[in-house]
């Protein structure tokens, strides 16, 4: 059965630095985009970043960019998430995700567990 | 970016009832519009994609419509485990975008 099992989440000072992972198993990973989505406690979704299948085509949302870096590793079956200059409003629960067939138009099928993130000093 | 509008952002329900939660796009995403339910403590699962097709597993009782710029999710009759909040999203373009949420709970 599809697993995405993330960690990495904790304390971190403002304008520190952390790196998620989010270790997959039951599927091939390398044929399938990921995706990495956070929820701010007690807010909705917020969409954070997507890489194909390769590697090469990546995406961010503006509230990260330049700041965040999504990249995997396919031999090892891994996602990850470094953040960078992290601010108190990147406190959240940050899931990995799978997004469900190989288009950009793929919803997100498969989800982690979360792990949280908060910024604060 | 596309924004995505969900109305309403909460509603009460008895089980047995028929709920629809409306999502708007603020632009054309061509029908790549999902929904997902989320209960508190827990990840997302999702429900429906490309507005209209059910995930496998899920009951029935749950479907999708529209075309754009509104799309619909319908939940036929009501059941305990179905309080929880719906979010809608668009998959058409990046950033991907959520609705704010819809929170349904038992009256």
């Known amino acids: 059965q599809v697993q995405l099992v993330v960690s990495g989440g904790g304390l971190v000072k403002p304008g520190g630095s952390l790196r998620l992972s989010c270790a997959a198993s039951?599927?091939?990973?390398?044929?399938?985009?990921m995706s990495w989505i956070r929820q701010a406690p007690g807010k909705g979704l917020e969409w954070v970043s997507h890489?194909?299948?390769?590697?090469?085509?990546?995406y961010y949302a503006d509230s990260v960019k330049g700041r965040f870096t999504i990249s995997r590793d396919n031999a090892k079956n891994s996602l990850f998430l470094q953040m960078n200059s992290l601010r108190a409003e990147d406190t959240a629960v940050y899931y990995c995700a799978r997004l469900g067939r190989p288009d950009t138009g793929a919803p997100e099928d498969y989800w982690g567990q979360g792990t949280l993130v908060t910024v604060s000093s | 970016d596309i924004q995505m509008t969900q109305s309403p952002s909460s509603l009460s329900a008895s089980v047995g009832d028929r709920v629809t939660i409306t999502c708007r796009a603020s632009?054309?995403?061509?029908?790549?519009l999902n929904w997902y339910q989320q209960k508190p403590g827990k990840a997302p699962k999702l429900l429906i994609y490309d507005a209209s097709s059910l995930q496998s597993g899920v009951p029935s009782r749950f479907s999708g419509s529209g075309s754009g710029p509104d799309f619909t999710l319908t939940i036929s009759s009501l059941q305990p485990e179905d309080f929880a909040t719906y979010y809608c999203q668009q998959s058409y373009s990046a950033p991907r975008t959520f609705g704010q949420g819809t929170k349904v709970e038992i009256k």
């Open positions: 632009q054309s995403i061509s029908g790549y």
């Open positions: 039951g599927f091939t990973f390398s044929d399938y985009y």
């Open positions: 890489i194909s299948r390769s590697g090469a085509t990546i």
